[in-house]
C-alpha cells in the first residue's frame, strides 16, 4: 500500500491484445527527526506503478503530475537482456490491484473523484458510475471526530 504524488503524467498504451495498461511514477516521501542533530530529514522513494484494464483507463483519464495517489497492489519483477549491452535487466514495479484518488493540488474535497473497486467504510462501491461526473459526498470516506484516538502504544508493530 502506497500514498504518493505523481511524478509524471501517466503513459497509456494499448497492447497487440487490446488491453489497456497505464505505467505511472509515484513520489512516496518519509520525514523524521534526526535524534543527534534534532533536526528534520526527508527520504523520498520512487515506484513504478502499472494499472491494467479499466483501472489504467481512469489512470489516464483523471491523474496528472503532482496528485495524489492511493495503490494498493503487489509486487513484480520482471527481467530482460539489454541490447546495448547484452547484461541482463531488471525492474521491479508494482502492479495495481486497487486505486483511489487523492484531492487535487490546491483543491477542495468537492474535488475528489474515488477511484477502484474496493468498497469504502459506508460499504458503497468507490467507482463511479459516470466518469465525468464528481463523486457524491456520501461515496467519500467517513471520518468520526468521536472515534477514539489511536495510542502509539497500541499499534501492534
Same mark, same amino acid.
Given at each position: 500500500?502506497?500514498?504518493?504524488?505523481?511524478?509524471?503524467?501517466?503513459?497509456?498504451?494499448? +497492447?497487440?491484445?487490446?488491453?489497456?495498461?497505464?505505467?505511472?511514477?509515484?513520489?512516496?516521501?518519509?520525514?523524521?527527526?534526526?535524534?543527534?542533530?534534532?533536526?528534520?530529514?526527508?527520504?523520498?522513494?520512487?515506484?513504478?506503478?502499472?494499472?491494467? @484494464?479499466?483501472?489504467?483507463?481512469?489512470?489516464?483519464?483523471?491523474?496528472?503530475? @503532482?496528485?495524489?495517489?492511493?495503490?494498493?497492489?503487489?509486487?513484480?519483477?520482471?527481467?530482460?537482456?539489454?541490447?546495448?549491452?547484452?547484461?541482463?535487466?531488471?525492474?521491479?514495479?508494482?502492479?495495481?490491484?486497487?486505486?483511489?484518488?487523492?484531492?487535487?493540488?490546491?483543491?477542495?474535497?468537492?474535488?475528489?473523484?474515488?477511484?477502484?473497486?474496493?468498497?469504502?467504510?459506508? @460499504?458503497?462501491? +468507490?467507482?463511479?458510475?459516470?466518469?465525468?461526473?464528481?463523486?457524491?459526498?456520501?461515496?467519500?470516506?467517513?471520518?468520526?471526530?468521536?472515534?477514539?484516538?489511536?495510542?502509539?502504544?497500541?499499534?501492534?508493530?
Amino acid at each position: 500500500m502506497l500514498i504518493g504524488n505523481l511524478t509524471r503524467d501517466p503513459e497509456v498504451r494499448t +497492447t497487440p491484445s487490446g488491453q489497456t495498461v497505464a505505467t505511472l511514477g509515484i513520489a512516496t516521501n518519509r520525514v523524521w527527526n534526526n535524534p543527534k542533530t534534532g533536526q528534520k530529514e526527508q527520504q523520498v522513494e520512487f515506484h513504478s506503478v502499472v494499472c491494467w @484494464g479499466r483501472m489504467g483507463e481512469l489512470a489516464g483519464q483523471y491523474l496528472a503530475k @503532482g496528485r495524489s495517489v492511493f495503490i494498493e497492489g503487489r509486487l513484480t519483477t520482471r527481467n530482460w537482456q539489454d541490447q546495448r549491452s547484452g547484461e541482463k535487466r531488471y525492474r521491479t514495479e508494482i502492479v495495481a490491484e486497487n486505486m483511489q484518488f487523492g484531492p487535487r493540488p490546491g483543491g477542495s474535497e468537492g474535488d475528489y473523484v474515488p477511484q477502484g473497486n474496493t468498497p469504502n467504510r459506508t @460499504g458503497g462501491n +468507490t467507482a463511479p458510475k459516470n466518469q465525468d461526473a464528481q463523486a457524491p459526498a456520501e461515496d467519500l470516506p467517513i471520518i468520526q471526530e468521536d472515534e477514539p484516538e489511536i495510542e502509539v502504544k497500541d499499534i501492534p508493530f
